[in-house]
T-cell receptor, first 110, second 116 residues
Framework: DAKTTQPNSMESNEEEPVHLPCNHSTISGTDYIHWYRQLPSQGPEYVIHGLTSNVNNRMASLAIAEDRKSSTLILHRATLRDAAVYYCILRGYNNNDMRFGAGTRLTVKP | ETGVTQTPRHLVMGMTNKKSLKCEQHLGHNAMYWYKQSAKKPLELMFVYNFKEQTENNSVPSRFSPECPNSSHLFLHLHTLQPEDSALYLC???????????????FGAGTRLSVL
């Protein structure tokens, strides 16, 4: 199964942009890249997903490398409420199992 | 509020007790999931139900018994658990389409289980 690699932790200042990287060098052509986040004492929350093109929604942007071996989740202006563990996950066509991994713990400083 | 409600939020039980976790989704989805999140370990998928039929069981011990009476409700029946079963149990739901690759899962807040 394709797996992802993320830094264990990152820090950001409030109201600054945050770029959260994810490597997935063994991604297959049909795998979608999903990002979820888990705030303290809550279940995971969907953030964004994409296949090849960059994606934007009200929460974040997803930048996907041309070779699809890496991607970056971009929070344009971090708030204290964005402090969470962020998970980068690959999902195949017929795959129910979302492999969450350890994720990146984002700390946002006021 | 995610549309997925889990009860109870916290549960303490002895190893000889029988208890049940409940999950209800108000999103009209047709698939529901149980996950386990242990301390310092990634989330692990336990069971998947699609249109009330169990489609996946990830080698979960028989002391965990799922039940899905309809597409909106999911239970996890627990009996003779071990202390290492203490964890956060999360329920999720999704609307299954032709490709699982694009499905978005919506999670409840979880039940924090402690087995003494």
């Amino acid at each position: 199964d394709a797996k992802t690699t993320q830094p264990n932790s990152m820090e950001s200042n409030e109201e600054e942009p945050v770029h959260l990287p994810c490597n997935h060098s063994t991604i297959s052509g049909t795998d979608y890249i999903h990002w979820y986040r888990q705030l303290p004492s809550q279940g995971p929350e969907y953030v964004i997903h994409g296949l090849t093109s960059n994606v934007n929604n009200r929460m974040a942007s997803l930048a996907i490398a041309e070779d699809r071996k890496s991607s970056t989740l971009i929070l344009h202006r971090a708030t204290l409420r964005d402090a969470a563990v962020y998970y980068c996950i690959l999902r195949g066509y017929n795959n129910n199992d979302m492999r969450f991994g350890a994720g990146t713990r984002l700390t946002v400083k006021p | 509020e995610t549309g997925v409600t889990q009860t109870p939020r916290h549960l303490v039980m002895g190893m000889t007790n029988k208890k049940s976790l409940k999950c209800e989704q108000h999103l009209g989805h047709n698939a529901m999931y149980w996950y386990k999140q242990s301390a310092k370990k990634p989330l692990e998928l336990m069971f998947v139900y699609n249109f009330k039929e169990q489609t996946e069981n990830n080698s979960v011990p028989s002391r965990f018994s799922p039940e899905c009476p309809n597409s909106s409700h999911l239970f996890l029946h627990l009996h003779t658990l071990q202390p290492e079963d203490s964890a956060l149990y999360l329920c999720a739901s999704s609307q299954e389409k032709d490709s699982k690759a694009k499905n978005i899962q919506y999670f409840g807040a979880g039940t924090r289980l402690s087995v003494l």
